[in-house]
């Protein structure tokens, strides 16, 4: 072999090696932010759910309110 040859040969491997660890590291971030987007997401989940409850504790509220009165509405027209 000539000396050209092996100096493409070494140089065509670290390109393969940088190639492999570009990927490796793109990789890691892209997983990195993809976990930060589902975080994101199921915060805004959990928010939304925690919101319906208290609606609808604060529905229960009203209509057990709106129960007794019609309750002594009715005790006190018959």
């Keep these: 072999m000539n000396t050209f040859s092996v100096v ?20 890691g971030r892209n997983k990195s932010n993809d976990n930060a987007e589902i975080q994101s997401r ?21 209509r057990k309110d709106f129960d007794e009165r019609l309750r002594k509405l009715e005790k006190g027209g018959k």
């Design 42 to 62: 199921l915060a805004k989940i959990e928010t939304d759910i925690l919101y319906i409850r208290e609606t609808l504790d604060d529905s229960k509220d009203w």
């Design 8 to 27: 493409m040969s070494v140089v065509a491997a670290i390109g393969t090696i940088l190639s492999i660890t570009f990927a490796i590291l793109a990789f």
